[in-house]
């Protein structure tokens, strides 16, 4: 079992960046693809990145490629999210989750408590 904690999220401006981290419990860490999905006000929650167990692949939703970066660090059972470039439709609640590589949420067996991040314009 993964358990999954996410860094504190916040408040920035359009045009800004801002990191968040996921850690998790465990061995298992390392053999678990990691994801990133976020959710908005009255929205489905939706696949923002993945990165494979090893950080070898990487996958990124059509509207965050180019801004988003997803790594971790197995050493450290942590999993990031580099966001630049963030604009209001980024605003979200972000959750980083452990399953198996994929978009679908199906896929990810264990989930953060989620954090939020608001973009203002």
């Known amino acids: 079992q993964v358990q999954l904690v996410e860094s504190a999220g916040g408040l920035v401006q359009a045009g800004g960046s801002l990191r968040l981290s996921c850690v998790g419990s465990?061995?298992?860490?390392?053999?678990?693809?990691m994801a990133w999905f976020r959710q908005a006000p009255g929205k489905e929650r939706e696949f923002v990145a993945a990165?494979?167990?090893?950080?070898?692949?990487?996958d990124y939703a059509e509207s965050v490629k180019g801004r988003f970066t997803i790594s971790r660090a197995n050493a450290l059972n942590t999993v990031f999210l580099q966001m630049n470039s963030l604009n209001p439709e980024d605003t979200a609640v972000y959750y980083c989750?452990?399953?198996?590589?994929?978009?679908?949420?199906?896929?990810?067996?264990?989930w953060g408590q989620g954090t939020q991040v608001t973009v203002s314009s």
């Open positions: 989750a452990a399953g198996v590589y994929g978009r679908q949420t199906s896929q990810y067996e264990y």
């Open positions: 465990g061995r298992a860490f390392r053999t678990y693809t």
């Open positions: 990165i494979s167990s090893s950080g070898i692949r990487t």
